[in-house]
C-alpha cells in the first residue's frame, strides 16, 4: 500500500511540475516574432494564431499593445499583450515539459557560451585565416572590431598605436566565431569516377552457333 502511494505522489509531482513548465512557457514574454494564441478579448476571436509585428502602448492605460499577422488570412490583427498567450512552436509532440525545459536550458547556455564578446579570440567565417582578438564592440554587440593576432601597431599622426587598416575587420556579430567554437567547413569532395571496364572485343567467331 505504502509502495503504491509513494508512486502515485510521484506521479501527481510530476503532473504539476508539467503543468508548472507548460504555464512558464504559455505565459513567456511576448516579443517580435513570438507566435501567440488570443485566450480573451471582445475584438479578436479566442483562439485566432499568429505572428507578432509590433509592440506599443496602449494610449490610455499605458499597457502594452501587440499587432499580429493571422495565420488564417495574413490579415493584421491588434489586442492588449495581456489577451494572449505564447504558442510554443518548437517542442516536440513527444517531449514532455520537462525535457522541453532541459533542453532550453543547455540551448541557452551553449548560446552564451558562444556569444562574442570585448577581447574574446575569434575566427572571421570568410576568412578562416583571419584570427584575431575583439578590441570594440557597439551597445548590443551586434557589431565588433577585430585586430589580427600578432599585427605590429604603428602609432598614428597623433602618436597613438593603433593597427594597420589590412589588420583590422569590421564586422557583424554572426560574422565571427570563438576560436573554441570554430569548425571549419570541409569542401566537398567530388566521387572518383570509377574507371569504366574496357568494352569486350569480340570476334565473329565468338556469336557463330554450333
Known amino acids: 500500500m505504502s509502495h503504491a502511494f509513494d508512486l502515485n505522489a510521484a506521479a501527481a509531482r510530476e503532473e504539476a511540475r508539467e503543468a508548472q513548465l507548460r504555464e512558464f512557457y504559455e505565459n513567456g514574454e511576448v516579443e517580435k516574432g513570438t507566435h501567440v494564441r488570443v485566450v480573451k478579448g471582445r475584438k479578436v476571436p479566442v483562439g485566432t494564431t499568429g505572428r507578432v509585428f509590433w509592440l506599443g502602448t496602449d494610449k490610455w492605460n499605458g499597457g502594452l499593445r501587440i499587432g499580429f499577422s493571422d495565420d488564417n488570412d495574413g490579415e493584421a490583427q491588434w489586442t492588449a499583450a495581456s489577451n494572449v498567450v505564447v504558442v510554443v512552436t518548437d517542442k516536440g509532440d513527444d517531449e514532455s515539459w520537462s525535457e522541453y525545459h532541459d533542453r532550453k536550458e543547455a540551448e541557452a547556455a551553449e548560446a552564451e557560451a558562444r556569444r562574442v564578446e570585448r577581447f574574446d579570440e575569434v575566427v572571421v567565417k570568410a576568412e578562416p ?34 593597427n594597420k587598416d589590412e589588420d583590422v575587420r569590421w564586422v557583424n556579430a554572426d560574422e565571427v566565431c570563438k576560436v573554441e567554437f570554430y569548425e571549419p567547413e570541409l569542401a566537398e569532395v567530388e566521387p572518383e569516377e570509377a574507371d569504366e571496364a574496357p568494352e569486350d572485343e569480340f570476334e565473329d567467331d565468338d556469336f557463330a552457333c554450333f
Open 129 to 162: 585565416e583571419f584570427v584575431g582578438k575583439v578590441f570594440w564592440v557597439n551597445y548590443d554587440g551586434s557589431r565588433m572590431g577585430v585586430a589580427r593576432k600578432g599585427a605590429r601597431r604603428v602609432r598614428n599622426a597623433q602618436g597613438q598605436l593603433r
